[in-house]
């Protein structure tokens, strides 16, 4: 009877299966060396979506190594489809077979037997304490071991205790390692962390400060301590007669001019005891800016490249950083570099207007081995509106020359004198063909400073990676004021050792701050307000005594290495004013964590390299730009993508049909009454999910429908809101995910 019986119910369940347009499909994942079922094994299906059928979706196996899907068709009629089922093994190479279904084959099976590494049963783990001098206690915190533990100090020396306690030779940053479970162990791991390593005792404080005016040429002082080791006593004396012991002192003075401001700073047990003394200007005006361009010598000679300093004001000093550990102090050096590619330049001015200290970096990428030998440059002559411009080719070959003022005018000719309406700020691009019969062309740009009334402001802060300050990085500022005649970058500034930061000269508007670390591993570039998006950053209005914004980098989520790679394109053609080397390009995993970045260079480029095969999204980050997300999948099959993209200056679009994307334009009208309506974009069809959220993060409005690939607009009621700032959230069931402000008003 049992045997009846269950052949009955099997008929019966798969013609259900059918009636209903469900694909049902199973299969195992077992270990190939000892056949044994492997556990949580990630299987991917997707569709071949060719026939208008669209599906992806992940499953893990049980504890019988067993996965299953059931796939619904829906209500349309599809003859024949074609899944594709894909598994990872030991070395991360993707397994994949194609599984053909129509109306007689809804069921089907697809065994995997792959190489496994199971995960180890033990991680490694542990703390640092620290009481004032060179002597640490480290705690053993790993989970799953009973040992072996081997410690490496990042000063030369090791130990194999569990909870060593070690003495450094001196002060410093060192990078300690725990390693467990070597020596053939079926447990193994191993986790590195810095530790800062401070003698507060014996006279080793170290004592510093900082120095901002409240408003550029103010007599008031905010002074900002930054010295070292265990302290609890600071005396200052400002130099005009006047004295304070707080740590952080504002000090008003009574005539501008330079003085001698000392700080001594005392220890707890009166052993530690240091003095440091600088000279303020107090009440200075004026300004300064820092930029250059550059060409390589010849052809032949591509290695060597020559510097030119374009920076306006009183210049006193400059200093070089060619990327490549070496500098110079020479206002217009050369420098031969020790190999072809991408060097990180900058440099930083100091300058003396009117009595006034002024300092400013600029930072670009140079390429060396791919320089042009038809550059050019250009210099300006400031006389109120009205700005003398110079075209120049370095290698004085016949040009002709075509300028964009930045204001919405244009012109020709080497030399030209061009009448500006307003003061401010404007970003001016000169382009240059040749003559001859290559017909090469070059551009370059410069943001300039027009009239005389410009209200400036300082803005500073530092940046810290976690319990540390970044000390290698920098941090742009854009500006958000949208009648401005010139795309929203305004300047750059690295960050010194502490992780300070400092514009000296900004003028009076709405600001948005991005920090960037030099190292794509560990943290991501972040905005002040601590995110990683322009929309969602907090914006600093100048005029306003809230300095410093100080930023906290995002911590990046680690990633395995692997053979993939994503090379990528953003192409600028037809854009006046290209600023490609101010986006930074957001690498993030399948589950929408960010993992890595790349500053994009000027030539549009940015790669990823040594990534797992895998789902991983992009999303380009400028201020004021809205941009795609992109989806890409590296297989064994296909490890290396390459992803082209176009920058129109207010969006940069995806333009290949080998990955996914969803473009939404922005909710108008905004501010909004009763609705609010978005455009979204799709390149397949797909479910939608909009939230809307309101600032302490309650859901006030939700939707969910399934949008076919192309152009749509959805409408979003919002009259029964209250008024206030919302966040628009919108995403999909492949990862896809865009976020939007709105404004809700009467």
């Given amino acids: 009877m049992k045997r009846f019986i269950l052949p009955l119910l099997l008929f019966l369940f798969t013609f259900s299966v059918v009636s209903q347009n469900i694909i049902f499909l199973e299969g195992t994942v077992t270990d190939s060396a000892t056949g044994l079922p492997i556990v949580n094994q990630a299987v991917y299906i997707n569709s071949d979506s060719s026939n208008g059928f669209f599906y992806y979706n992940t499953v893990y196996t049980n504890s019988n190594g067993w996965y299953q899907d059931s796939i619904s068709l829906g209500g349309g009629t599809i003859d024949t489809g074609l899944l594709v089922v894909t598994t990872y093994d030991c070395n991360q190479m993707s397994i994949s077979y194609d599984l053909i279904f129509g109306p007689m084959n809804m069921n089907l099976v697809q065994d995997f037997q ?160 240091d003095t440091y003394c600088e000279i303020v200007n107090v009440g200075g005006t004026g300004g300064c800016q820092a930029q250059f361009t550059y060409y390589p010598d010849s052809l032949q000679n591509v290695r060597l490249i020559h510097f030119m300093d374009l920076s306006y004001g009183d210049v006193t000093s400059w200093f070089w950083d060619f990327g490549d550990s070496t500098f110079s102090t020479e206002q217009n050096p050369s420098h031969m570099f020790p190999e072809e590619g991408t060097f990180y330049v900058c440099l930083t001015i100091e300058a003396n207007n009117n009595g006034a200290i002024c300092q400013s970096t600029w930072c670009e990428e140079v390429s060396v081995g791919g320089g042009s030998n038809c550059a050019s440059y250009f210099t300006y002559q400031n006389n109120g509106l009205a700005i003398s411009f110079a075209g120049h080719m370095v290698n004085s070959q016949p040009a002709t020359y075509a300028w964009d003022f930045g204001d919405g005018q244009s012109g020709q000719g080497q030399t030209i004198v061009h009448q500006y309406a307003a003061s401010g700020i404007y970003y001016a691009t000169l382009t240059t063909v040749t003559t001859d019969t290559n017909g090469c062309t070059f551009s370059t740009a410069q943001s300039l400073t027009v009239g005389d009334s410009t209200q400036w402001n300082q803005v500073y802060g530092q940046v810290f990676a976690g319990n540390f300050p970044m000390n290698l990085g920098m941090v742009m500022i854009f500006s958000l004021d949208t009648t401005l005649n010139f795309l929203p970058f305004i300047d750059i500034s690295t960050v010194d050792s502490s992780g300070i930061y400092y ?178 974009k799709l390149s397949e069809g797909t479910q939608v999910y909009i939230k809307l959220f309101n600032l302490s993060g309650q859901r006030a409005y939700q939707l969910s429908e399934f949008l076919n690939a192309g152009p749509t607009t959805i409408t979003i009621p919002v009259g029964q809101l209250r008024n206030g700032l919302y966040t628009l959230h919108i995403y999909t069931n492949s990862g896809l995910n865009l976020t939007r402000k709105l404004l809700k008003s009467q």
């Fill in 114 to 273: 792959i190489c496994y590494n199971p995960p180890s049963p033990c991680q490694a783990d542990f703390t640092w304490a620290t009481n004032g001098t060179l002597t640490v206690q480290f705690t053993d915190l790993s989970t799953g071991t009973t040992g072996p533990w081997i410690w490496s100090f990042g000063d030369g020396t090791t130990s194999t205790s569990q909870h060593p306690l070690h003495t450094y030779p001196q002060e410093g940053y060192y990078d300690v390692t725990l390693t467990i479970g070597a020596g053939g162990t079926s447990c193994f791991d191993t986790i590195t962390q810095t530790v800062h390593v401070i003698d507060s005792t014996g006279g080793n404080c170290v004592a510093n400060y900082e120095a901002y005016p409240n408003v550029p040429g103010g007599l008031t002082v905010y002074f900002y301590d930054q010295s070292l080791g265990n302290i609890n006593s600071w005396s200052w004396d400002f130099g005009d007669g006047e004295y304070g012991t707080t740590q952080n002192p504002v000090h008003t003075y009574s005539q501008p001019g330079l003085y001698n401001v000392c700080l001594t700073v005392q220890g707890v047990d009166s052993s530690c005891y």
């Fill in 503 to 680: 514009f000296p000269m900004v003028p009076l508007g709405e600001y948005l701050i991005y920090a960037i670390p030099f190292d794509p591993t560990g943290y991501m570039p972040t905005y002040y307000g601590d995110v990683i998006d322009w929309e969602s950053a907090t914006v600093v209005s100048l005029g306003q005594a809230n300095n410093p914004y100080n930023i906290n980098l995002i911590e990046a989520i680690a990633y395995n290495s692997g053979n993939g790679g994503i090379n990528g394109q953003i192409n600028t053609t037809g854009l006046k004013s290209p600023i490609t080397d101010k986006i930074t390009m957001l690498l993030m995993n399948e589950a929408m964590e960010a993992i890595s970045f790349h500053q994009v260079n000027k030539a549009g480029e940015f790669d990823f390299t040594d990534l797992d095969y895998g789902i991983y999204y992009l999303k380009a980050e400028l201020v004021g730009c809205q941009s795609d997300l992109i989806k890409v999948e590296l297989t064994m099959e296909n490890p290396i993508v390459d992803v082209v993209m176009t920058f129109t200056g207010n969006h940069i679009l995806g333009v290949n049909e080998n990955y996914t994307t969803m473009e939404a334009g922005v909710v108008y009208p905004n501010p909004v009454r009763d609705q609010a309506q978005i455009s979204l």
